[in-house]
């Protein structure tokens, strides 16, 4: 089982960056490829980034694409998005999930644990 905790959301004026952090919890953290979705209030929980289980290949929604870069480190089992040049519709809540298998997937239903999430609120 993994515990996932999401950290590095807050509030940041447009154009700015942040950098979310995901700690993963157990010894196997390398066995799963993560995503990372978020939701906007009002608004059904989408796909933003994805990495393979060895940070290779990464995925990102067309909207984030060149803004938002996702990495990891096994060793310190964590999982980050950085998000540059933010914009006030990237404002939602940002959670990390993790995947059994080696690549990512834009599905949420494939990923098998969640993060309780963080904020992320973007101000004109």
């Known amino acids: 089982q993994v515990q996932l905790v999401e950290s590095g959301g807050g509030l940041v004026q447009a154009g700015g960056s942040l950098r979310l952090s995901c700690a993963a919890s157990?010894?196997?953290?390398?066995?799963?490829?993560m995503g990372w979705f978020r939701q906007a209030p009002g608004k059904e929980r989408e796909f933003v980034a994805a990495?393979?289980?060895?940070?290779?290949?990464?995925y990102y929604t067309d909207s984030v694409k060149g803004r938002f870069t996702c990495s990891r480190d096994n060793v310190k089992n964590t999982v980050y998005l950085q998000m540059n040049s933010l914009k006030p519709e990237d404002t939602a809540d940002y959670y990390c999930?993790?995947?059994?298998?080696?690549?990512?997937?834009?599905?949420?239903?494939?990923?098998?644990?969640w993060g309780q999430g963080t904020q992320v609120t973007v101000s004109c």
């Open positions: 999930a993790a995947r059994i298998g080696s690549q990512g997937s834009v599905y949420s239903y494939q990923y098998k644990y």
């Open positions: 990495i393979s289980w060895n940070g290779i290949n990464t």
């Open positions: 157990g010894r196997t953290f390398s066995s799963y490829a």
